[in-house]
């Protein structure tokens, strides 16, 4: 395929309530779509929708939007406009030169390989070797300020029928609420924690605290560059360590395998430059034992659907983030969003991601549109 245009819709979307992580609060989603025109060979014109998972600001990862925009423009969409036969497989071999930028890369790629499906009439799903049509719901839940309100909103999600609670924790916010919600809930509750790289080595006595709640894990709880830490952690810890933020790649999940500083992987494809690296390190992962589950970014309809998909690989044994879209959103930009029912989520089947943009919404939830000059 030849690249003939893309195009970023940076999008301003309110958020249903506050999303507080370790890092901070997030009262509405930025983000941009990237939208890109191929030419097919046989001369045949197909668009394709990829979503950046960046923040605005740089506080999760390296990366944020504007810089992710940035990248783009300069950088990413001129190597891949100089290349007359470009396809989603070779899209990271065209960008290999430029260093890092994962989420920027992975947003460019969804975008050739969502066109390169549609011109194909196959799905992501049947494309990547799903095996599975619906997989389980999990939910992320901000953190909360008190133990009492933790056990309300957490019960407002059980009640809807979420497969698995993931509460955000940071020092001050941890034990206590996870002791209310086992207290309200009882032990059986698929339960895990995200601390967001909020703690250091020197807090394992205090996170040892955590072991006696029986949580199927604990995601990230040191630095995004600390690996051999969390190495030293899980020796510390009976819960299950769980990487996020250090897995930016599949040399980084090897080094974490490796290494035995994760047990589990929580595979985000924006993170670690797209849906083919993501499912690189879901085969590593499987073949060493290492259970995985897919990741959110507070995805639009694009992402989610696209998440949904990579989710029903068969070593994701582990309910991933992709909860119903209004978990986060009262109106989405795609017209048939992501729902959770009986706590599963249904895998899209249509060509491509399987989910076709809402025009008047997205163009609602616009804040800016960037034609970009090939
Ligand atoms: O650490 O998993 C995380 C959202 C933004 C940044 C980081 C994280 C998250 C979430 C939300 O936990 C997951 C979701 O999209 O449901
Ligand atoms: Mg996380």
């Known amino acids: 395929m030849k690249l003939r245009a893309i195009r970023l819709h940076h999008l301003e979307m309110p958020l249903v309530a506050p999303f507080t992580t370790s890092f901070g ?40 939007l504007d810089g992710a925009a940035d990248v783009i423009e ?72 008190s133990g009492d309100e933790t056990v309300r909103v957490i019960g407002g999600y059980i009640e809807q029928g979420y497969a ?22 009882g032990d059986d509750l698929p339960f895990q924690v995200d601390a967001n790289a909020a703690y250091t080595l020197v807090d394992a006595a205090h996170l040892r605290q955590l072991d006696e709640f029986g949580l199927l894990l604990i995601e990230q709880p040191l630095g995004e560059a600390d690996i051999r830490q969390h190495a030293e952690l899980a020796r510390l810890l009976h819960t299950p360590i769980c990487l996020d ?17 994760a047990a589990v992987i929580n595979i985000k494809p ?3 430059g797209g849906y083919l690296e993501a499912r690189r390190i879901h085969d590593l992962a499987r073949a060493h034992g290492i259970a ?11 992402g989610r659907a696209a998440n949904a998909a990579l989710a029903a690989l068969p070593g994701f044994t582990l309910p991933g983030d992709i ?10 930009i795609v017209t048939e969003p992501i ?36």
């Open 270 to 272: 924006g993170r670690v």
């Open 74 to 145: 300069r950088w990413l969409a001129p190597l891949l406009a100089a290349v007359d036969d470009l396809t989603a497989e070779t899209v990271a071999h065209h960008l290999r030169r430029i260093v890092g930028h994962q989420m920027a890369k992975a947003s460019v790629e969804m975008a050739v390989l969502d066109a390169q499906l549609r011109a194909e009439g196959r799905s992501l799903a049947s494309y990547l070797g799903a095996v599975r049509t619906t997989v389980p719901s999990g939910v992320s839940v901000g953190i909360q300020d």
């Open 339 to 374: 729902r959770m029912h009986d706590g599963v989520v249904d895998v899209p089947t249509g060509a491509g991601f399987g989910v076709e943009i809402d025009p008047e919404r997205l163009e609602r939830f616009r804040t800016r549109l960037v034609e970009i000059a090939l």
């Open 25 to 64: 609060t997030q009262t509405v989603k930025h983000c941009f779509l990237v939208e890109a025109q191929l030419e097919t060979a046989s001369g045949e014109l197909v668009t394709g929708w990829g979503e950046n998972v960046a923040l605005d600001r740089p506080i999760y990862s390296p990366e944020y």
């Open 292 to 302: 995985v589950w897919c990741g959110g970014m507070l995805e639009t309809g694009i």
């Open 245 to 261: 933020e250090s897995v930016v790649s599949a040399e980084a999940a090897a080094d974490a395998i490796a290494l035995r500083a």
């Open 164 to 185: 698995r609670i993931k509460l955000k924790i940071r020092p001050g916010a941890d034990v206590a609420h996870v002791a209310a919600v086992r207290r309200a809930f």
């Open 323 to 332: 909860s119903g879209s209004d978990r986060f959103y009262a109106e989405d």
